[in-house]
């Protein structure tokens, strides 16, 4: 089934959600979840993982002479290994960041060609206000009727002024999925580079960034069912970067009339790392490959399917996005506020987004205030959508 393509009917797939869910002690019964695309539950697995990490076996890195110092040491940059290969990358390719946030902001501010910068109208505040505030000047690709980024826009509005292209793998509020090669060979045409927001793509999408041809992948951990405050930022060109903050850990050598930098990726870790953040990430992936990124993709898509389907039955509602969302499913329903609908669909048990989602410059594109969003994630199943569905005719009663 190629990437991004939904399913129309049922929600049949090999995933045993059941038994899944009952390792997420955040998924209590009766209680639906909704809201995986703004952060994960996360896995028995990964709590033991950071409780460890935490506890018995925590140290700092890079630093002590002492047995656990330097056992810690081993196990964070056997975390990095692990981290980078999930994405099809080298170990000293990723550099551990708070989050892709910050993977963006340091691209942003440490580049040394700031000039134009072409992003689309569906970018997350994130991959929009960094480049703003670093001094480049942006341009804004279009989408197409159904809300992906109109890449043969893209291809006329290019020109050799353009040093970076910086767009959503996945739209956070549509589920639009890119053509990550095709944009990458775009932008290479003109002298460009690409930066990819790889947030929402990472935990539902194989991702394998050398195939991809981009110049930077970035992603949070919490959204990889990890824990918060950590994220990865990719590049095979982040020796070309200079340093974005100053600290410990990543100097060469420190004098008062002048500092050497340690290469990358050590020198975009100043301060003491999040150690036990990457180890809790290194278990996420371990726990997401374990079920396999296509099987969860595929179990995504059918609930996506499902759905959309019986959301288009309604007239009350109106769907965003294309039919081929992966993970995420954002709607209005006329004459109701999405805030309201969140609020009557929590009194059932059910949780979903509302709002902007960070998007703002979408909400305008899309005529909305803010939208409601259902988004899936590995332990979701048909009694999901089923009291989604049965919640969302409730809100229609009230307010009919």
């Not at 002590?64 to 981290?83: F, K, P, W």
């Not at 969860?296 to 009350?316: D, F, M, P, T």
């Not at 410059?361 to 332990?379: I, K, W």
Request: glycine share 10%; charged share 20%; net charge negative.
């Amino acid at each position: 089934m190629p990437i991004g393509h939904a399913r129309p009917r049922g929600v049949s797939t090999s995933l045993d959600t059941n038994g899944i869910r009952n390792q997420f002690p955040g998924l209590t019964p009766g209680w639906h979840y909704l809201d995986t695309a703004a952060t994960a539950q996360k896995p028995q697995a990964v709590i033991d993982a950071t409780v460890n990490a935490m506890g018995r076996d925590y140290a700092t890195v890079h630093r002590g002479v002492y047995a656990r110092s330097a056992d810690m040491t081993l196990a964070y940059e056997a975390a990095r290994r692990r981290i980078a290969g999930f994405i099809g990358a080298k170990e000293d390719q990723i550099a551990f960041v708070r989050g892709a946030t910050e993977a963006i902001n340091l691209v942003a501010y440490a580049h040394s060609k700031k000039g134009r910068v072409l992003l689309s109208v569906l970018e997350h505040h994130s991959n929009i206000v960094p480049w703003q505030l670093a001094g480049w000047q942006v341009d804004v690709c279009p989408l197409t009727a159904d809300g992906c980024i109109d890449l043969d826009a893209a291809e006329k509005m290019l020109t050799p002024d353009h040093t970076m292209v910086a767009f959503a793998h996945v739209s956070n509020v549509l589920g639009s999925p890119l053509d990550v090669a095709r944009a990458a060979d775009l932008a290479h045409r003109v002298g460009a580079e690409l930066l990819i927001d790889g947030c929402q793509a990472v935990p539902r999408l194989p991702v394998d960034v050398a195939a991809l041809g981009c110049d930077y992948y970035a992603f949070s951990g919490h959204k990889l069912y990890g824990p918060t405050g950590i994220g990865v930022l990719w590049s095979d060109k982040l020796d070309a970067l200079p340093p974005w903050q100053g600290g410990g850990s990543m100097i060469d050598r420190v004098t008062f009339e002048r500092t050497t930098y340690a290469p990358a990726p050590t020198r975009f870790e100043a301060g003491t790392p999040a150690i036990v953040e990457a180890l809790g990430l290194a278990a996420a992936v371990d726990y997401v490959e374990a079920i396999g990124v296509e099987a969860i993709h595929a179990h995504e898509c059918a609930l996506v399917g499902s759905l959309r389907e019986q959301l288009a039955r309604k007239n009350s509602i109106t769907l965003f996005g294309p039919d081929s969302s992966a993970g995420i499913v954002s709607f209005a329903m006329a004459g109701v506020h999405p805030h309201d609908i969140g609020t009557i669909l929590d009194e059932s048990g059910v949780a979903i987004r509302a709002g902007h989602h960070c998007a703002q410059p979408l909400m305008a594109h899309l005529g909305v205030p803010a939208t409601a969003r259902a988004s899936f994630g590995l332990y979701s199943n048909a009694d999901d959508v089923t009291a989604l569905v049965e919640g969302l005719a409730r809100v229609e009663r009230i307010f009919g």
